[in-house]
């Protein structure tokens, strides 16, 4: 069964933030919230390196261990996802996850949360594929018409990876051995485990 | 209970699931390919059996039992060139997919290019025609609006004559409408006409095409892929160009390529570098010189390529000898050992291609810069090959295409100049009769005289009449599509604005033009539709050209370009005249018609092959192109380039394959070779400046020859193989005098056709001029900026004298001069430099308005190193404000502090405006056309310096001091 990853060759991102405004553009994501952004670390200086960052769909994910109200859940392609009708705003999935995947829209004055949104890996939620409910609630569901997530297919390096692990992986080292170089596969092994190395 | 449900959904939400059993689910040459990640050799392979029409029931969500369309147009954000996949349903922009085909983009975008749908149907666009009455926005009719706009502008013609109206267009125009517009403005009766080239790569059109032959990037994007050394000199391709790191990063991760980045920033690009180089801005020649000097010194030149094809390269090693490690260290800042390595690598690890932006051109030496960078490609013999060449990565989508077709007020179209010849030629093109053209001007010496350049129409508005060399001031300004921020002395433009008497913008949003002055009466803006609500073609910067679809119509009370045009021409009586042999629909003209018109004019550029017809089938199978090469390799375009890169010879029926690389003579000019122009003449001073002993592959001349006339085909007895009617044609276009028709005015296209078919190459096979004796330095020279902070160097590199260009003064030498003597540096230490981030484009008067884009960055900022924040007590984040060096200017806005420049330098992007001199202008915005994100502009504290030739700005150095606000 295919297993849903992410990987960002960092050698190659440029931060040209492509895959933020894809993400927009596809699910309609409003202002204040972002999916997926890129980090730049030791920007400006020798050794600057940005990496595309959004929620990995982890194998084990955090959020889904911690959530009380059992909202978030794996699909069978190692999505994750969740529902936004079961979802509190509690915020826990927030301090779980590794990578501040999960976002809250403003919904008063008074700092209370909305309901969670995060990166669907382009897969919607548990409504009926490609309904508007889904739309509405979770955008696009890319992955049920057999397309990946817009992200990683805008990417205008080729940077960010998507779709299934072993492939993502196979890419990655093969490019890694062409150009004698890679700075790793960051949060790979914090999403995947260290047995499933690049 | 939700697991279970979740576990249902999920197993139909496969890919194997939604693939069907048959297709096998996506195996891995199917994801690879949505992947984008292998090159042409898996285009064979099938699309995804979901692909292209969207299942009715998807979403954001397209209502059920409606068709969805998709259809193609290329992205208004760059020169790259990306195209765009629209799903359309009823008539509404639902998404955009990724362009797999695209032999330049395959899939990818950067944020400009994956946020154009918001473009389209953004909420803080100008939606109908408005005009200012006393300070205040009131909305109007299309017809009030061209009604009185007209009026007034007859009434200007009237009183001062028609070079008091300046007619701005813009590089966000198609071919057809840039085109139009220079037509317009020549039957309108003047040449104050221009576009954003001016501000972007005129210094290098004037100074590569002065060197040999066009004024283009000779390669493709595509193409430096097979680079061994790739040098970045004054370009910041992974912000500006983002798409084009795609091919650069992949080129140079196969080939384990050099990647040297030379720039004052350490700038995004320099990030994935294997050299950095820093250097102080504006040093570019010092630095070239200095790489030369080294190449010299070790014998590293190409010394059968100089002398085979490069004129008067020993006028340059006596400059260079100028030029030792010591000087270049002491005027740029670079150790010479470093250099030496740069210059081995790139006079030895061959190809080697020099790429450059506007860290080049947007200098007083911007013309200077770039003729020394292409003479340090011909002496490595870097250039007409694979792999090597000047990549000269233009700015907007259409830059190039806009300056090829003539929006420049110092040429005809298709760089024919203003000599009565040009005119009567492109009157024979248009159908028109040449006295009646010549009646609309103010007199025959004014229609052949360069008009008043973009960078100084406020200038023109606000000095003393006599001062000005033309009757009168300018008294109106036409803005179609060109930002109101990116010009220079802001502050002069305020003044300018408020000096006019009429000022119309044409836009798709009100621009900075409708906030930036005082004014409370006489502006009106008129709402444009993006190039998405149009069709045409744009060319790349790789010299492609590309036809796109409407993918809606204008939305709101929109227009398209050509539209408005027609308008106005039909307000001022000459819309028959204009649109003779172009069928106008429902009150547009017809873009296909637009494009053949050109085709039939455009002999000495080769815009002449590329008919609608051909360009529709090259969009129509982008798959067939290959990745490296650009060729088709099968399908119905078999052998040619994509796109058609220009020159493309002859007419569309002789079948020309386009030009991907110029002045390539491994080719046969029937694949797409090609040599160097012999445009100069023969010989100068008894030295031939044709070249010796190389000519392209097949040619029947084995050396080096002039252009093609009728006479030099008489000579050689080719004139025989001209068919009937080619002679015909010639006999009518020369009159009692044939043999002096050539290749570029045979309006029959006979003559390129018969050197085609002896493998000679129409414009003549020349050699390059290391020594240009035309321009103000025929060998380029270090001059320091206008605003140099070594006032030590002034004296040894001083600008050039004052003198008077494009109608106006250019007093640069006394500015330079006052600015020395008045210790200017002393008050301003901090070197300011400009440039652009990512997210916006330009001025940003349309991605500031995207929701998407603009709430990527939301402040305007300026790069601080540490040591001068630390000096300053100026915090990263913290307010400051930015003095400028005239007009007592200032600008506010937040610090960056960074390491990314270096000690006494200061870097602003230049996309934001609504902010002036600290005080927020969004209450003078039409109510709901506000840009989601003000800030101020850099050019408010940018100065005075222009290049001699082309009127240049300099942007990119200048002085200024920082204070903790």
Redesign the interface.
């Known amino acids: 069964?295919?297993r849903m990853k992410f990987l960002c060759d960092a050698?190659?991102c440029?931060?040209?933030?492509?895959?933020?405004?894809?993400c927009?553009?596809?699910n309609?994501v409003p202002?204040?919230l972002n999916r997926r952004r890129v980090v730049t670390i030791n920007?400006?200086?020798?050794g600057?390196?940005?990496v595309s960052m959004a929620c990995m769909h982890c194998t084990d994910a955090p959020c889904q261990a911690v959530c009380p109200v059992?909202?978030i859940?794996t699909?069978?392609?190692g999505?994750v996802?969740h529902?936004k009708d079961?979802c509190i705003g509690c915020g826990y999935c927030f301090y779980a996850c590794p990578f501040g995947a999960p976002q809250y829209p403003q919904v008063s004055n008074f700092g209370s949360r909305g309901k969670m949104d995060k990166c669907t890996f382009c897969?919607?939620g548990?409504e009926v594929?490609?309904?508007?409910e889904?739309?509405a609630k979770y955008g696009?569901?890319r992955?049920?018409?057999?397309?990946?997530p817009?992200c990683?297919?805008?990417?205008?390096?080729?940077s960010l990876?998507?779709?299934?692990g072993e492939?993502v992986a196979d890419?990655y080292k093969e490019?890694v051995v062409?150009?004698?170089y890679g700075s790793g596969a960051w949060g790979w092994i914090t999403a995947y485990g260290a047995d499933t190395g690049v | 209970m939700?697991?279970r449900?979740?576990?249902r959904?999920?197993?139909?939400?496969?890919?194997?699931g939604?693939?069907g059993a048959e297709s096998g689910?996506?195996d891995?040459r199917a994801?690879?390919r949505?992947?984008?990640?292998t090159a042409g050799a898996l285009a064979a392979i099938g699309t995804?059996?979901?692909?292209g029409v969207?299942?009715a029931?998807?979403?954001?969500?397209p209502k059920p039992g409606i068709p969805v369309e998709t259809r193609k147009s290329i992205c208004t954000h760059c020169s790259v060139g990306c195209t765009v996949t629209a799903e359309v349903q009823n008539g509404v922009w639902l998404?955009?997919e990724?362009s797999w085909d695209s032999p330049i983009n395959r899939?990818?975008?950067?944020?400009?290019?994956?946020?154009v749908?918001?473009l389209v149907r953004g909420e803080r666009r100008l939606k109908y025609p408005t005009k200012l009455v006393d300070g205040k926005w009131v909305r109007i009719s299309w017809d009030q609006a061209i009604g009185e706009i007209g009026d007034k502008l007859m009434a200007i013609r009237d009183k001062s004559g028609p070079d008091s109206v300046y007619w701005l267009g813009s590089a966000k125009f198609s071919n057809e409408a840039a085109y139009l517009f220079r037509k317009f403005a020549a039957f309108w009766g003047t040449n104050n006409a221009d576009h954003q080239a001016r501000i972007c790569h005129s210094t290098t059109v004037a100074g590569v095409s002065n060197t040999w032959g066009y004024g283009a990037m000779t390669n493709s994007y595509n193409d430096i892929r097979n680079a061994k050394t790739l040098v970045i000199m004054g370009g910041n391709p992974?912000?500006a160009h983002?798409?084009s790191?795609?091919h650069l990063?992949?080129g140079?991760?196969?080939n384990?390529a050099n990647f040297i980045v030379i720039d004052p920033r350490?700038t995004?690009?320099a990030?994935?570098a294997t050299d950095?180089v820093r250097i102080r801005p504006g040093t570019d020649i010092p630095v070239l010189w200095g790489m030369l000097w080294h190449i010299f010194q070790n014998g590293w030149e190409d010394k059968e390529f100089i002398r085979q094809r490069v004129y008067g390269i020993d006028e340059i090693r006596q400059e260079v000898a100028k030029w030792p490690p010591d000087e270049v260290e002491r005027v740029s800042g670079i150790p010479g050992e470093q250099l030496k390595r740069i210059a081995e690598k790139f006079a030895k690890e061959k190809p080697a291609t020099l790429i450059w932006a506007m860290g080049q051109t947007q200098h007083t030496v911007g013309t200077a810069n770039v003729r020394a960078s292409c003479i340090a490609l011909l002496v490595t013999g870097n250039v007409g090959g694979f792999g090597n060449g000047a990549n000269i990565f233009r700015g907007h989508d259409n830059v190039q295409g806009a300056t090829d077709v003539g929006l420049d007020g110092s040429t005809l179209p298709f760089y024919y100049g203003l000599d009565e010849g040009a005119w009567r030629h492109w009157c024979r093109v248009w159908d028109v009769d040449y006295d009646w053209v010549q009646s609309r001007f103010a007199s025959k010496q004014l229609m052949e005289t360069a008009g008043v350049t973009s960078t100084r129409w406020f200038d023109a508005t606000l000095m003393a009449k006599d001062q000005i060399d033309q009757p009168d001031n300018l008294r109106a300004m036409m803005v179609f599509g060109h930002a109101g921020s990116t010009i220079t002395r802001m502050p002069e433009a305020k003044r300018g604005i408020e000096a006019l008497d009429l000022l119309v913008v044409v836009d798709t949003v009100p621009t900075t033009w409708a906030v930036l002055s005082d004014r409370k009466n006489d502006v009106y803006l008129l709402p444009s539709g993006t190039q998405f609500e149009s069709s045409g073609t744009r060319s790349a910067s790789n010299r492609s050209l590309q036809w796109y679809d409407q993918i809606v119509k204008p939305i709101f009370e929109a227009k398209e370009d050509y539209e408005v045009i027609y308008l106005l021409a039909g307000k001022f009586g000459f819309a028959e005249q204009l649109f003779k042999h172009i069928k106008v629909e429902n009150g547009v003209p017809s873009s296909e018609d637009l494009l053949r018109e050109i085709n039939r004019g455009s002999w000495s550029t080769g815009y002449t092959g590329q008919s609608p017809e051909r360009l529709k089938l090259h969009r129509d199978h982008q798959k067939d192109f290959d990745l490296v090469t650009l060729r088709a390799s099968d399908g119905p375009c078999k052998g040619e380039y994509y796109g058609l890169p220009w020159p493309c010879w002859g007419t569309p029926e002789l079948k020309h394959p386009g030009t991907p690389t110029l002045y390539n003579t491994s080719l046969h000019v029937k694949d797409g070779g090609g040599t160097f122009r012999a445009r100069f003449g023969v010989e100068r001073n008894g030295v031939t400046l044709l070249a010796e002993g190389s000519y392209s592959a097949g040619s029947e001349i084995r050396d080096g020859y002039p252009e093609f006339t009728m006479a030099v085909l008489k000579k050689l007895g080719w004139d025989k193989d001209l068919t009937p009617q080619e002679l015909a044609v010639i006999a009518k276009v020369g009159g009692n005098n044939t043999d002096a028709v050539a290749w570029s005015t045979d309006l029959s296209g006979g003559i390129q056709r018969v050197a085609i078919e002896h493998g000679c190459v129409p414009c003549g096979n020349g050699k390059a001029r290391a020594v240009a004796w035309n321009l103000p330095d025929p060998v380029p020279v270090h001059r320091e900026p206008i605003y140099s902070p070594r006032v030590d160097l002034v004296g040894k590199y001083p600008t050039l004298p004052d003198a008077k260009q494009f109608r106006v003064p250019n007093i640069g030498f006394t500015v330079q001069k006052s600015a020395v003597d008045r210790g200017v540096a002393k008050q301003f230490p901090l070197i300011l430099s400009t440039g652009r981030f990512?997210?916006h484009e330009g001025g940003g008067e349309e991605t500031r308005s995207n929701?998407?884009?603009a709430?990527?960055r939301q402040d305007m900022y300026i790069?601080i190193s540490p040591a001068d924040a630390l000096e300053r007590g100026i915090k990263d984040g913290a307010w400051v404000w930015v003095t400028g060096a005239e007009y007592a200017s200032k600008a506010r806005m937040k610090a960056l502090v960074?390491?990314?420049?270096g000690k006494g330098v200061a870097w602003m992007p230049y996309h934001f405006a609504g902010w002036f001199q600290g005080v927020d202008q969004r209450r003078k915005y039409p109510q709901g056309a506000d840009p989601f994100v003000l800030g101020e502009s850099a050019n408010t504290v940018t100065t005075y310096g222009y290049d001699p030739v082309t009127n240049m700005q300099e942007p990119k150095v200048t002085l200024c001091q920082i204070t903790a606000a």
């Open positions: 069964m295919a050698d190659r440029i931060e040209c933030n492509a895959c933020a405004t894809a927009k553009n596809e309609e202002w204040g920007d400006g200086k020798p600057e390196r940005s059992e909202c859940y699909t069978a392609d999505v996802l529902s079961q897969a919607g548990p594929h490609n309904s508007p889904e739309y696009a569901n992955l049920a018409e057999g397309k990946l817009l990683a297919e805008m990417c205008s390096t080729k990876l998507a779709g299934e492939i890419i490019r062409t150009r004698g | 939700l697991i449900r979740a576990e959904a999920a197993r139909r939400g496969t890919l194997v939604a693939l689910g996506m891995r994801f690879l949505r992947s984008g990640l995804l059996p979901v692909s969207r299942n029931e998807a979403g954001p969500p998404g955009q990724p899939g990818s975008h950067c944020s400009k290019g994956a946020s749908r918001e992974a912000e983002p798409v790191l795609q990063l992949e140079k991760e196969l384990r350490m995004r690009t990030a994935h950095y990512v997210d929701r998407w884009l709430e990527l790069e960074t390491e990314r420049v």
